[in-house]
């Protein structure tokens, strides 16, 4: 078991975000948070990444607790994150981009190794080397934050609504990217409001609603689900 | 045409110490999203510091120009030294409890200290200006007709080779690159292994041996040091980031040379009772027509 998330509490003031959550992931799995806007799948993601202190509960990696630590140390630990909205640092350059993803390993072969290896895996960014993040598109944007996140070798990856935003063709092969690096033995949380395409990629799926799990099957129990399929896939 | 290169020349010169200055504010503010009102005090500090080590040494007058600047550099590195070590304190004791979610909250608690610390510079040197004997022999170079004296030259190089050493560090480094990083997105920042408090520190540290910097090639051209000396030209520094947007450090470089140039031409040609009204009608004009700044921010 990678990652066991325990009784998971978030709460922002008086608003309970995320109430009593468990969820796992195993080594060499894709799982999928499915749940509607502000159903708490960020907040989740935000948790296990130290972002934000859980009211409660614990989150534990390869047997390590990690609720208390900060997000640098979580990064460390193995866990890196491909946030919301990508958010990549547009006044850096992508080559400093990804430089940033490696930060919390030191420089060296390892990272200009680690480099190359993503730039293959994304040729865009490696014609865009030199440019300012900002000014690269949605989808190369996209590519960049997963990129950078993978500079770090970890062991999981979180990634927080990665179709938001995206074209529909960008959609697809953003899925069958997930598929690639889970085949290089890199584990993945995902939180999508994207269920169909989730489905298609992910081993389990859990059903989040108002900041509780209210189901969870593999990917195929999940698709035949009623529920399922009348809420999130139109039937 | 010569006065007016002259003024220009005379401008740069003082602009160069505002712009150390102002990078001070620019930094920590974009970095951490706080306004340090301490930061004029610990130029004061600088000076001071610069004070302390010069009469205590007894320095005998007419030095050669070698024993000169090794004494130069060597109460540069004290001072500097000095000023770290306060902005480091002050970093963990005021900044970091404060900093994160109201700006006003780091600004009251610092605005508290820069008070204390004018009010202890009056208690341990007394309220006048004390005097810093230059360690700069007095000669002046006249090149095409233009006069600019030793101390001039040296607060100049000082501040140009202060405001490399920051391009270097935050354009080059790895913790240059966190730094800029961390001003665009902390959280992000965090999540790719970056200690924030780390960061948050070292930004402080810099600024603050940045001040001292400044601090000591001021109080040595001015050759004295008082307690409230921080206030009017912390203002203006403030008023240059204000100006310049908190982007790009360049902007505020420029700034800084812009308003020493633009006083020493109002000095020179209208009146040096005007002098100390430049800084605040560039601010209030920019305030007017582009708020955010010449050359733009980050967003607050």
Redesign the interface.
């Known amino acids: 078991m990678l990652l066991q998330v325990s009784g998971l509490e978030v709460a922002y003031g008086p608003v309970r975000a995320v109430r009593g959550v468990d969820l796992e992931v195993h080594q060499g799995e894709i799982r999928a948070i499915l749940g509607a806007n502000g159903a708490g799948k960020s907040s989740i993601i935000r948790a296990i990444?130290?972002?934000v202190k859980p009211r409660g509960g614990t989150v534990a990696f390869a047997g390590h607790a990690l609720h208390k630590l900060?997000?640098?140390k979580?990064?460390?630990w193995g866990i890196?994150?491909v946030?919301e909205g990508r958010?990549v640092?547009?006044?850096?350059t992508v080559e400093?981009n990804l430089?940033?993803?490696?930060?919390?390993?030191r420089?060296g072969q390892a990272t200009d190794a680690r480099q190359q290896q993503v730039m293959d895996m994304f040729p865009t960014l490696r014609e865009r080397r030199t440019q300012l993040a900002g000014s690269l598109s949605g989808g190369e944007q996209q590519m960049l934050a997963i990129g950078?996140a993978l500079m770090?070798n970890p062991r999981l990856l979180l990634m927080d609504e990665p179709s938001l935003g995206l074209a529909p063709k960008v959609v697809r092969s953003l899925f069958d990217l997930a598929q690639e690096i889970r085949a290089r033995g890199i584990s993945i949380l995902m939180a999508e409001q994207n269920a169909r395409q989730a489905l298609r990629v992910a081993d389990y799926a859990y059903l989040l609603e108002v900041g509780e799990i209210r189901g969870g099957g593999s990917a195929r129990e999940m698709e035949s689900s009623e529920t399922i399929r009348r809420v999130y896939l139109g039937g | 045409m010569e006065q007016f290169v002259q003024q220009l020349v005379n401008g740069i010169m003082a602009g160069s110490t505002y712009a150390v200055v102002a990078l001070g504010f620019g930094l920590v503010f974009s970095v951490m999203r706080v306004v340090n009102l301490a930061h004029p005090e610990i130029f004061m500090i600088g000076a001071y510091a610069a004070f302390v080590v010069i009469t205590g040494l007894h320095v005998p007058g007419g030095l050669g120009v070698l024993a000169a600047v090794a004494l130069f550099l060597g109460v540069l590195l004290v001072a500097m030294l000095t000023t770290g070590a306060a902005g480091l304190v002050l970093e963990r004791l005021v900044i970091r409890p404060t900093r994160g979610t109201y700006i006003l909250t780091p600004f009251i608690a610092t605005a508290g200290v820069s008070i204390a610390l004018q009010n202890s510079a009056q208690r341990l040197f007394g309220p006048d200006p004390v005097r810093v004997p230059s360690v700069i022999p007095p000669y002046t170079f006249t090149v095409g007709g233009v006069r600019v004296t030793s101390m001039q030259l040296t607060t100049f190089l000082t501040a140009v080779a202060i405001m490399l050493a920051l391009r270097y560090y935050v354009h080059s480094t790895r913790w240059g690159r966190a730094t800029r990083a961390v001003a665009e997105n902390p959280d992000v920042a965090a999540a790719c292994g970056v200690n924030v408090n780390r960061v948050s520190q070292l930004t402080v540290g810099i600024a603050s041996i940045m001040a001292g910097a400044a601090g000591v090639a001021l109080g040595l051209l001015y050759t004295s040091a008082a307690p409230f000396m921080g206030l009017l030209y912390g203002l203006k520094s403030f008023i240059c980031m204000l100006v310049a947007g908190n982007r790009h450090i360049e902007a505020i470089m420029a700034v800084g040379l812009l308003l020493g140039v633009v006083e020493a031409i109002v000095t020179g040609y209208i009146s040096s009772n005007l002098r100390d009204a430049v800084a605040f009608a560039l601010l209030l004009a920019v305030l007017f027509f582009r708020p955010q700044g010449l050359f733009g921010s980050y967003e607050v």
């Open positions: 990444m130290g972002l900060l997000p640098h979580v990064n460390e890196a994150w946030p958010q640092f547009s006044t850096l400093e430089l940033m993803g490696a930060f919390s390993r420089h950078r770090s």
